[in-house]
């Protein structure tokens, strides 16, 4: 890739020295949509109709509308700075990287957009899933509702989710 211009280094060498910072950041932001993005996904097919299902549906509809750079600026300036002001504690820095509170954030700003397609599809395949027959059966059988959802819905309705996630 030869020298740097402005560096005066070889450019393989910069660029390996950013790449591990931007691999944990796109590790962190990836863990962060799918494990948010599952749970309100599942909790909005559950409770659908109520404020949870609203609620969650409006997440997604921020994590789709916003780009991730306006997003970044955003939480930068509402949880970065005037959180801080009106607390007087730096819950989450927006300078530097190398703790955990300071790559929150940027994890954040960069993993809601995954975060409401991930929702969005879970929300929809536990829809599905619920009303299958073998979900009416087991209700049947006496079985409760956390066994009903978690041994039989969840575990159907995430494959879309792991598929859509293993090709981002």
């Given at each position: 890739?030869g ?20 691999a ?24 659908r109709?109520s ?19 306006i997003?970044?600026?955003l939480l ?30 940027p994890?954040?700003?960069?993993g ?14 536990m829809?599905d899933?619920?009303?299958?027959d073998?979900?009416?059966t ?5 079985l ?9 819905a969840?575990?159907n ?12």
């Amino acid at each position: 890739m030869g020298v740097s211009l402005t560096y005066n280094r070889p450019v393989m060498e910069i660029v390996s020295e950013s790449f591990l910072v931007s691999a944990d950041l796109g590790i962190r932001a990836l863990l962060f949509a799918v494990i948010a993005g599952v749970l309100l996904g599942a909790v909005a097919a559950i409770k659908r109709g109520s404020v949870w299902d609203s609620f969650s549906m409006f997440v997604a509809m921020i994590g789709v509308s916003v780009p991730s750079f306006i997003m970044g600026a955003l939480l930068q300036y509402f949880l970065g700075l005037q959180l801080r002001k009106w607390t007087g504690v730096n819950i989450f820095p927006i300078v530097g990287w190398g703790s955990f509170k300071q790559s929150l954030l940027p994890a954040f700003a960069l993993g809601l957009g995954s975060l409401a397609t991930v929702s969005r599809l879970m929300r929809t395949s536990m829809l599905d899933v619920l009303g299958q027959d073998y979900i009416k059966t087991a209700k049947a059988k006496g079985l409760s509702q956390r066994k009903i959802l978690w041994r039989h819905a969840m575990r159907n309705a995430i494959m879309p989710v792991v598929t859509i996630m293993a090709r981002q």
